[in-house]
């Protein structure tokens, strides 16, 4: 009887350059069918660094959200092996105590109108 491997994916690995062509015409259609939301939110890198920089983060779930003026932002949130939130993770202090910190969900990014989902 032969065996079949299921190989598990790395969190690490998920994601690929997928070029310039196919992530405009991704762009397009999402624009297309959603033309109230012609915009990018942008985040910038210091933000990624600290997120992926949490115990146990091998990478970062974008997860959309509304922010307090109504228009859909990116919520960012790292995630374990497991695909798991890190919502808190245990630090020890300079003096040997154990203590949860709050993980870190990042968003407040720019909202940026020009150019996003226009036509060329």
Not at 4 to 30: N, S
Not at 53 to 64: D, H, K, L, M, N
Request: a negative charge; glycine letters at 12%.
């Amino acid at each position: 009887m032969q065996k079949e491997l299921q190989q598990k994916t790395q969190i690490e690995e998920i994601g690929r350059h997928i070029g310039f062509e196919a992530g405009e015409e991704m762009v397009k259609r999402f624009f297309d069918k959603n033309p109230e939301e012609a915009f990018a939110n942008i985040l910038g890198k210091n933000l990624f660094a600290k997120i992926l920089a949490q115990p146990g983060c091998v990478g970062i779930a974008i997860v959309p959200g509304y922010n307090s003026a109504g228009i859909r932002q990116s919520v960012l949130v790292g995630v374990d092996a497991n695909k798991k939130p890190i919502l808190e993770y245990t630090v020890v202090t300079a003096t040997g105590e154990m203590i949860l910190e709050e993980g870190m969900i990042g968003d407040d990014g720019a909202v940026v109108h020009d150019g996003w989902g226009a036509a060329k």
